[in-house]
């Protein structure tokens, strides 16, 4: 470590990056057997949540580009999983649904993905979860207190 440097050992947010990259490695394997991948089951869950979301709106819910979600949405559309108009109703927005066949896929993810974070919390008491859960929420909103403050 240089004199400046972060001391990755005692850096949360190293930590924190290392964490979510162990658990999107791990959310990628149990999905891989369905087909999927992390991004394919984000945007499956979005719609469930928030039908009639724009690729936009999608791409930002799934931390991927407008361009990665429009390809993915073709896809998703070719195999039949979710609906969008030939044309927009209203301005460009081609707003997007999860289909039947949809809805059974991102069933059987959920399930896969359930088990990656039960998995993950697994050494933890309900008490020491709800912590995590304040703490991170907590950093959340600071940051993006002081990014809108900036």
Known sequence: MS??????DKSLGYLMKEASSALRA?????????GMSVTHYSCLELL??????SNSELARGAFVT?????????NLER????????????????????????RRKLEKASAAVRSVELRMLAGLTETEQSAAFRILRSMIHSLRDDADGA
């Open 48 to 53: 469930a949540q928030r039908p009639g979301l």
């Open 79 to 102: 195999e039949g999983h979710v609906t969008r108009p030939a044309q927009a109703p209203v301005g460009k927005v081609l707003p997007t649904r999860l289909t039947p066949r949809g």
């Open 66 to 74: 407008r361009q990665s979600m429009n390809v993915l949405l073709q």
């Open 26 to 34: 791990a959310m990628e394997e149990a999905l891989r057997p369905l």
């Open 3 to 8: 004199q400046d440097g972060v001391d990755l």
